[in-house]
């Protein structure tokens, strides 16, 4: 096939940058894309410099971030202030008194081991003059044990956990209790997982450990931390009973809070170094040997446990000596249980924890009131000692209310409750009536109010006796009535709340403006802060609370006196000011101006505003912060805006600090940087506006909140619209804490696709299509993390019915297939979109630019909304390709996942794969959190209600959990089977044929243990054989009790995709243990490894995945050992699939992998590249760093497939295979490696050392793994030590360029055909193979697809850019010899260009050219293979190879085909319902005869008009129309008799590896040979080949043999069958022994193919029709003298009205002008007059419809007038309407032959004028047997009799015309 253009449309490259340009954007091209603000083009330049110059490293002002903590929190002096949260109070204490610490990243307890870890690699001493030993365990349990092992052998330990991981150690605890070694545990206590995941705080975790033998001291505020922390230690190290040291999680752990710091010269006072001693004279050695930890049995275990008694009897004497010495040393002192309140109280609150702060500050508040009430503080739960408890409280007591933070389902009351009930009772106390209830559990908020509640409940006649607090329990009404708020603050508390995006640096500031308040005033200052579920860009909430006095409120802000709205939206979204005081400041940060807010503030927020008398400012902070260069973090310009309008303190002052501290922070990024910060200060002081709070406003109507919506949500048709409604809306308003019980289902379980509701509008900017410029590649999609960037496809009747933007921004879908009958559109969610710009960046052709996100949501709002109502089309289009897979729905939508997060596009993919039968077990880690957090749901379910099943367990047993679902799934199955089984067997049991088919089928796949076969598009046959059998099911399931059973359980029909997701620090630490079990299994489950190389949902700590020199938490010096190879470990297993995937990079190799993955009949691991926000890079860059990684052999792509083994194929395949890149540059672009460098530049070379030689060794490693690159190369060596060039010169170099991998397949395909022949070969990818090796090669032969409009193939760009050298010499290839061949479709402009490309190159550069380049055109009926097949015969000759390889074997079957009985009359599918890939059936109306039915006459030229109208098929004027034939059923008989079939015999075929042709799954042998496969078409030499194959007569099989080895009796042969016209069903008659199989057969002959015809008419004319006018193909045999009809046109011929036909609209290349004024010149012969028709029908049409049209000049020919002058009446009436001239020309009509090239030159001015002076274009129509080039040398003549000039200068007037789209020629062959 001719090439159709070589101009690219996008540049050189067909405009997709190469990647050494996209590792480092141009910042040229992001700002005109609206990407890449100045602090990200600052920081790309840095990086830049350190790429060049890694010494620069060390310059202090080049540094990146921060770091984490100060170390000067350990330096401080002895009473000096600090402001700390508890977290640090605690850690700053256990690294005082310490020797060693096993730590385990877990929240909210994190942040300890994390300060530790830090304080140790800065060489800070402890207590003891040593740094602290450090070391981060795989899990809680190994630390645990670590800690053991560290306290037998002498050292004082320490560890810091929570929740679920203090439940790990519990194991451990016992044993280091019964042994009595002395440790304190500091516990940030926090819930434990039940129905869901809560990370906050409350006291489940710790109440499952006080069997253990450990203390339990409990701290209430961030001060006692501090101090408890201390006597825990002290008191531990003369005990040496173990100590739990635990305080409220989040709550305590991370309040901010000013204190005096102890030092260490006091702490280190305290010690009893006696203690100290004893401790070490204990431990295991050698020198003094003791035995611990023996087995004991009964008759002494019993005795053993009371032997520890006594350290108990002693502990509590052993705290208050503590405490009192403590307090004699500091002057603090805490009671181990506290007394607060009346000391004649009557009714007192027992409480334990933060919440004790509360009770006391609302009990003084009440005292204040004349109320006698008190608190019982209990800071020593364990031991309990009731004597100092009842010494405690006051002898006056009558009621005691207890307050338990922890629930214990069935029990008779809480543990503090029956505590302090037996208590009573053994104390006999038995008048004291005592209460319990249950308060902020998962740090639900505990307030005065509360407080008040509880002692309300007490002073009533018949009190609650069990009760919860805080909540509304409306379904078993235990809750206690809650008054108005509160305030119990000290006089002169300042209150502030400010409104924040995550990430925009609100917290931040925050933290800072209260330790600069702290420690640079006599303030006292409290911080909280409240942050939502989102890993960035969700809602923060800022507490501040500044006063003169110590605050002791340990809740949120509730009445503020200052607030700030960081994000214009939260004003409209939120009721905000509903917590502001009467006279407070609010202030906005908004784009608007102040005459906009009467528009733009909601009523609620302008009543409340005028009602409080509020002051209100705006500031536009944004437009500050980019003006000054700081892009969307407002945090410094909002923090200047608090001190101005505060008042906490003078302005003056707060800036001066202000400034100092912003050069304290960021002075190591640089002066510049500094410098933007403060102008940026500067800029806001002046940028706030007073606005007038207008007194109207308190007029405006709000309406009522309404009634709550119904409960049981999960009962309603649409779960998930329910659940918004309730749950969803209330939360996402922050309104939450309101809902009453009754709104939540028991158990936890949620709906899916919530998250579709939210709709956060967190983007600054969000992307636009320019769809002129979109190649339909789909990237974008692929790549956007949050699904907010998505193709469509429409009908033209669903366009019609679009808004404006969705009509104007559509374009024909291009690809072929099933594409072809609809628009295409990529659409992008502007209110979903977080701006990560990855969609932007990724865009071959610039085709998506980032705009204002208001503009955007204004402009798209509705098209998204459209686009979405569409059906789904994903099950028409092949999902076994990247663009495909695209098409399909996304089942993970609009996630709480980081901008540009890389976890979500794997996931995502996984769903779009798999998601209507995927079941995920999810470890906890991000993949958790941004997949499931309350009230946003990503995983969402298509139209059928069918999507994902997830659910989560624990982080450290996700495979066992996965394992137990998977076995669980498999039991149900074999019960269904079995249940199948006896309903078949039961002659009772009546079902219809149809159903006790499918049943049968079924059984037998199960019983075999089939695989689940991918169908073609990648359906699951399990899965389809669940949709016929559901309806059948449901219909059939009353005749009998065993098919309702069977319909009960229909769900086990399908096959589960079981998926174990997770992050590296489950699959490579925590839960190893677990999936190492599990790939050890033969269960067919897959694994899917989200790798950040590190713990991202906790911060950013170290995991054994961290790389070798990479700086993390826990691993601040840069991680010693190298990165474990998981998946060369489970290789070794020899059963496991193991994939190394990266979908940044190589998509289809993600894509096959998971299609792999889910196919293989065992386990399978796969490894996802997933880059993340924590390894010190913009996320932005994603892609470029990815493939930087990959190419510097950082990341090797490859794939491991056991089952090839079994095939005698290498199972390894590497997908990467050439390190290219440079891993400096890769090292240096990462915060995580460049953060070493600066700390310590020698220790960072020789780690980076370190990790590039453990990089190069595995790329060596995998290179012998994938041994076909290396055989090659063995090959050389041994002829190059030889000397026998020769030998080496024959070897033949295989390479290819390839996206999809098709390319590559037949690369290897021709590899083992080139080696079939004897000759030798090698195969690999362009970049692969070095460019300097080309010259030396002999023979190269190049296979190399084009991607979309011209693009180069992702694996040949590096080395076409290096044959572009301009240094390059045009002899370069002088001694190579080459082919090439292109594979591409043709609906694209720029069809197999970079084939072309590379040919000419090679040309170009010396290179002796084998043969003509050879194109495979996907359009073609046999795809690619039709090209492939002709081209390779060729290639043999050439090569002088023989034609015939060396050792021939029937090929493995490409196609598993069952068969039964069956009857022709009666198919298993209907015939109208075999409908092709891409085709529609329409309607078949008029088949009319236009010319006369005469023996003298000897043409048949028709007319037939196709009714569109209800279809989805539309046309454009110049379309074509593609027909499927089917081959008439008398002849199909005859070919099934023939070959020995039962026509009437039913099939059910599955397509195996290899197949290439389309077949329905059912149908019955005779529609197999009408309806599918071309009997009657011409074969090809492959088939020959094939056919020989089955000859079982020797002379036959020799006489194929011959044609294929094109001997001279097989050329003359071959030559007389080509006269004949045989078809495949000649040949079966010919050669009467080869009777292939069906199996074989479907791949040998190719499908039947469509034939286009040019459509005849307009659709502005017949918009609801078709039109075509076609003539009859027929021939008669030469040898027979038989006719025979063509099969497309006697197929046509013979169809009456009514008949459906298969048809496809095809674009031609027939292109209108787009000025309806241009003329129209138009040349048709014969039927070649359809096209002209639609193109007068369509000018005729514009001009009655009354718009101006140019002239159109028709040039018809044809032989007689009086029988072919086509549509005559019709003419004639255009041209009396003065639109056409028409010139015919009859050829036999006259003597002399008058053709209507002759026309046009007798018009040749006429046609001049409007050619070159009236911008006119001109078509020709007809057979490409001689009319182009007649037509094309009559215009010729005209330009040269017209214009005077030469012949050359004609031709190129000609040639500018066809460049220009003037000159077009559509011609048939």
């Known amino acids: ?346 009714n007192i609150i027992v409480v334990m924890g933060s919440g004790a702060v509360t009770c006391s500050e609302t009990a003084a508040y009440l005292m204040d009131k004349g109320e006698k009430v008190g608190v019982l503080k209990v800071r020593l739960f364990r031991p309990w000692c009731p004597q100092r408890f009842l010494a405690a409280m006051p002898a006056s007591v009558k009621r005691v209310c207890v307050l338990d933070r922890t629930k214990e389902p069935g029990s008779q009351g809480e543990p503090l409750l029956t505590e302090v009930a037996a208590t009573f009772h053994l104390m006999a106390r038995h008048e004291i009536i005592v209460v319990g209830g249950r308060y902020g559990l998962g740090s639900k908020e505990f307030t005065p109010n509360m407080v008040v509640a509880c002692y309300e409940n007490l002073k009533r006649e018949t009190p609650k006796l069990r009760f919860t607090v805080g909540i509304n329990d409306d379904v078993t009404n235990m809750s206690l009535p809650v008054g108005d708020w509160l305030d119990v603050l000290p006089k002169g508390t300042t209150e502030c709340m400010f409104y924040g995006l995550g990430s925009d640096g609100t917290v931040g500031a925050n933290k800072s403006a209260v330790k600069l308040l702290a420690l640079n005033t006599d303030l006292y200052t409290q911080a909280y802060f409240e942050y939502d579920a989102k890993k960035s860009g969700g809602v923060t909430i800022s507490h501040l609370r500044f006063g003169p ?15 700030a709205i960081h994000k214009e939206s939260y004003a409209q979204k939120y009721d905000i000011t509903r917590n502001l005081k009467p006279g407070g400041v609010c202030v906005i940060n908004c784009t608007w101006s102040k005459d906009e807010l009467d528009s733009k503030l909601p009523a609620t927020m302008k009543k409340t505003l005028a009602d409080k008398k509020a002051k209100l400012f705006i500031i536009d902070a944004t437009k500050i912060a980019v003006k000054a260069g700081l892009g969307k973090r407002i945090n410094m310009i909002m923090q200047s805006v608090f001190f101005k309008l505060s008042g906490v303190m003078p302005l003056k002052e707060a800036l001066d600090l202000l400034k100092g501290s912003i050069k304290k922070m960021y002075g190591k990024k640089g002066d510049k940087v500094v410098q933007m910060n403060i102008d940026g200060v500067d800029a806001s002081i002046d940028g706030v506006i007073e606005c007038e709070v207008k007194p109207e406003w308190a007029k405006c109507e709000v309406s009522g909140v309404g009634e709550k919506t119904a409960s049981n949500w999960w009962e309603q048709q649409n779960p998930s619209q329910g659940f918004a409604k309730s749950i969803q809306e209330p939360c996402n308003n922050l309104d939450g804490n309101e809902l009453p019980v009754s709104t939540f289902q028991p158990g936890g379980r949620m709906p899916l696709g919530t998250s579709q509701y939210e709709k956060r509008g967190i983007a600054i900017k969000v992307p636009r299509v320019d769809m002129d410029l979109c190649t339909q590649c789909n990237k974008c999609s692929l790549i956007c993390p949050h699904a907010a960037v998505r193709p469509f496809l429409l009908t033209q009747q669903e366009l019609s019915a679009a808004p404006a933007g969705v009509k104007d921004g559509s374009r024909p879908a291009i690809g072929g297939g099933a594409l072809d009958s609809y628009q295409y559109r990529i659409q992008v969610a502007p209110q979903d979109c977080t701006g990560c710009e990855l969609c932007v960046r990724i865009c071959p052709a610039d085709a998506l630019k980032l705009q204002d996100t208001n503009k955007v949501i204004e402009l798209e709002k509705d098209n998204w909304d459209y686009m979405l109502s569409l059906p789904d089309r994903g099950d028409e289009i092949d999902k076994t390709t990247v663009k495909g897979s695209q098409f399909q729905k996304p089942y993970l939508e609009f996630s709480g996942a980081c901008e540009g997060c890389g976890e979500t596009p794997h996931v995502k993919l996984m769903t779009q794969l798999f998601g209507e039968r995927l079941v995920i077990a999810n470890a906890t880690g991000c993949s958790s959190i941004w997949g499931a957090s309350n009230p946003s749901f990503p995983y969402t379910v298509n139209s059928k209600g069918e999507g994902p099943a997830w659910a989560n367990s624990l982080f450290e047993d996700n495979a066992e959990f996965g394992l137990g679902m998977r076995r669980a799934f498999q039991q149900r199955r074999d019960y269904l089977t079995l249940q199948v089984k006896e309903a078949l067997e039961d002659e009772s049991v009546k079902m219809s044929e149809k159903l006790r088919k499918l049943l049968n089928q079924w059984e037998t796949m199960r019983l075999q243990n089939q695989h689940d076969l991918l169908l073609p598009k990648g359906r699951s046959i399990y899965h389809q054989l669940l949709e016929k059998l559901e309806p059948l099911l449901t219909e059939e399931r009353q005749n009998h009790a065993k098919l309702q059973n069977l319909f009960d359980l229909r769900d086990m029909f399908g096959r589960i995709s079981f998926w174990m997701v997770g992050g590296d620090g489950w699959a490579y630490d925590i839960g190893y243990g677990g999936l190492d079990h599990v790939i050890a299994s033969e269960e067919h489950v897959n694994i899917l490894v989200l790798d950040t190389e590190m713990y991202s949902n906790t911060g950013g700590q170290a995991s054994k995945s961290t790389p070798a020199g990479a700086m993390a938490k826990f691993a601040e010096s840069g991680k010693l050992t190298a990165k474990k190879d998981l998946c060369r470990m489970a290789m070794t297993y020899k059963n496991v699939y193991v994939a190394s995937i990266c979908v940044h990079v190589n998509p289809q190799q993600a894509v096959r992998a998971m299609l792999e993955a889910d196919a293989y009949p065992g386990p399978s691991l796969i490894v996802a590249y997933s880059p993340c ?187 076409w850019m290096a044959l572009q050298s301009q240094d390059m010499p045009m002899t370069y290839l002088s001694d190579v010899k080459f082919a090439v061949f292109g594979l591409g479709d043709s609906t694209y402009a720029q069809f197999c260009y970079a084939a072309a490309a590379f040919d000419v190159r090679f040309g170009e550069l010396g290179a002796t050219r084998l043969l003509p380049r050879g194109v495979g055109d996907d359009r073609d009926a046999d795809r690619y293979f039709t090209g492939w097949e002709a081209w390779l015969p060729e290639l043999w000759t050439v090569l002088g190879a023989p034609l015939m390889p060396e050792v021939r074997t029937i090929p493995e079957p490409c196609y598993k085909i069952d068969v039964s009985p069956g009857d022709a009359s009666k198919p298993p599918v209907a015939d109208e319902e075999i409908v092709p890939p891409g085709a529609a059936k329409l309607t078949l109306l008029t088949n009319k005869l236009l010319t006369p039915e005469s023996a003298d006459y000897d043409r048949d030229i028709r007319h037939y008009e196709f009714k569109i109208k209800g279809t989805n098929v539309s046309y454009k004027t110049g379309d074509s129309l593609a027909v499927w034939p089917r081959n008439p059923v008398d002849k199909v008989q005859e070919v099934c008799k023939l070959l020995g079939f039962d026509a009437g015999q039913q099939l059910r075929v599955i397509p195996l590896e290899g197949a290439r042709n389309w077949c329905p799954e059912e149908l019955s042998v005779q529609q197999l040979f009408t309806h599918v496969l071309d009997v009657f078409g011409k074969p090809n030499k492959k088939f020959f080949e094939t056919l020989s194959l089955f000859a079982s007569d020797e002379k036959e099989k020799a006489t194929l043999e011959s044609i294929v080895a094109n001997s001279e009796d097989g050329k003359q042969l071959y030559k007389e069958l080509s006269n004949d016209f045989v078809h495949h069903a000649d040949v079966f008659k010919r050669f009467p022994s080869a009777r292939p199989p069906l199996e074989q057969l479907i791949n040998m002959i190719p499908v039947l193919k469509p034939r286009s015809y040019s459509i005849a008419s307009s659709p502005l004319m017949h918009p609801d029709m078709i039109q075509l006018c076609v003539v009859q193909v027929d021939w008669n045999v030469p040898s027979t003298k038989e006719f025979r009809l063509g099969e497309a046109t006697g197929y046509l011929k013979k169809q009456a009205s009514g008949a459906q036909i298969m048809c496809a609209v095809r674009q031609s290349a027939i292109v209108l002008p787009k000025d309806t004024l241009n003329p129209v010149i138009m040349a048709g012969m014969g039927t070649g007059l359809a096209p002209w028709r639609a193109v007068t029908q369509d000018r005729i049409a514009q001009k009655r419809a009354g718009q101006a049209v140019g002239p159109c000049m028709l040039f018809f020919g044809a032989r007689y007038a009086k029988y072919e002058y086509l549509y005559r009446e019709e003419f004639e009436q255009y041209i009396n309407e003065g639109v056409l001239t028409m010139h015919t020309a009859f050829s036999r009509d006259q003597a002399r032959k008058i053709y209507v090239q002759h026309r046009i030159v007798e018009a040749g001015p006429t ?47 000609l040639s500018n015309l066809k460049m220009e789209g003037r000159y077009t020629v559509e011609a048939w062959s």
């Open 549 to 563: 006095k110590p605050i002791k409120a340990p809740y949120n802000v509730r009445s503020a006196d200052y607030i």
């Open 1 to 346: 096939m001719a090439l159709r253009g070589l101009t690219a449309p996008f540049g050189m490259y067909g405009g997709l940058m190469l990647a050494e340009e996209r590792v480092t954007e141009d910042p040229d091209r992001l700002q005109a894309l609206g990407a890449g603000d100045a602090a990200d083009i600052e920081y790309e330049q840095f990086l830049k410099a350190k790429a060049t110059q890694r010494a620069m490293f060390q310059a202090e002002n080049k540094t990146i971030v921060a770091q984490c903590h100060d170390t000067e929190l350990i330096e401080v002096g002895s009473g000096k202030q600090a402001c700390v949260d508890g977290n640090q109070a605690a850690a700053h204490i256990a690294y005082a008194l310490s020797d060693i610490a096993f730590i385990y990243p877990i929240t909210p307890s994190s942040p300890m081991g994390e300060m530790v870890d830090e304080w140790a690699a800065q060489k800070l001493k402890n207590c003891y003059g040593q740094t602290l030993s450090v070391t981060e365990m795989q899990s809680e349990a190994g630390a645990a044990g670590a800690l053991h092992g560290a306290l037998k052998s002498g050292a004082f330990g320490t560890t810091f956990t929570a929740s679920q991981g203090l439940l790990l150690m519990i194991p451990n605890m016992f044993k280091i209790a019964g042994e009595l070694l002395p440790c304190v545990m500091h516990v940030a206590a926090r819930a434990l997982a039940t129905q869901s995941l809560s990370i906050f705080g409350d006291h489940s975790d710790v109440m499952a450990c006080r069997s253990t033998g450990w203390a339990m001291f409990a701290s209430e505020s961030v001060e006692m931390t501090q101090y408890h922390a201390l006597i825990a230690h002290l008191v531990t190290m003369e005990t040496r009973v173990p100590i739990q040291h635990f305080f409220d999680g989040f709550r305590t752990s991370h309040e901010v809070n000013k204190i005096k710091l102890l030092d260490y010269d006091t702490i280190k006072s305290m010690i009893d170094w006696e203690t100290v001693k004893a401790h070490h004279e204990s431990a295991l050695n050698p020198r003094h040997p003791h035995m611990q930890g023996q087995s004991q049995g009964p008759d002494i275990f019993f005795q053993a446990c009371e032997a520890s008694n006594p350290a108990y009897d002693h502990l509590i004497e052993c705290f208050e000596r503590k405490a009192a010495l403590v307090e004699e040393k500091t002057g603090h002192r805490f009671a181990l249980y506290g007394y607060d309140g009346h000391p004649q109280a009557e």
């Open 1807 to 1853: 046609i001049a004028q409007m050619m070159l002076r009236e911008n006119g274009h001109f078509y020709v129509c007809g057979s490409a047997r001689q009319v182009p080039e007649d037509i094309y040398a009559a215009m010729k003549q005209v330009m040269m009799t017209s214009e005077g000039c030469s012949e050359l200068e004609a031709e190129a007037t």
């Open 1173 to 1359: 926000i924590s390894q010190g890079f913009p996320m932005a860059e994603s892609i470029q760093h990815c493939q930087l990684a990959v190419d510097s052999g950082y990341w090797p792509l490859f794939r491991y497939n056991p089952e090839l083994a079994s095939a005698g194929n290498n199972p390894f395949q590497l997908d990467s295979k050439k390190v290219k890149g440079d891993l400096y540059k890769l090292l240096s672009q990462e915060n995580r490696f460049a953060a070493v460098m600066r700390r310590d530049p020698k220790h960072a070379e020789e780690l980076d050392a370190k990790l590039k030689q453990a990089v190069m060794e595995k790329n060596k490693l995998l290179q012998v793994l994938g041994k076909e690159d290396l055989e090659g190369q063995f090959h050389k060596l041994v002829e190059g030590l030889s000397g026998d060039s020769a030998s080496a010169g024959e070897s033949i170099t295989i390479l290819y360029g390839s996206e999809t991998g098709n390319a590559e397949e037949q690369a290897k395909n021709l590899l083992q055909d080139v080696r079939a022949r004897g000759m030798k070969a090698t195969v690999s990818a362009l970049d692969d193979f070095d460019v300097e090796e080309l010259p030396s090669q002999k023979t190269i032969v190049l296979v190399i697809s084009t991607c979309g409009l011209g693009e180069f193939p992702q694996n040949s760009k590096r080395t």
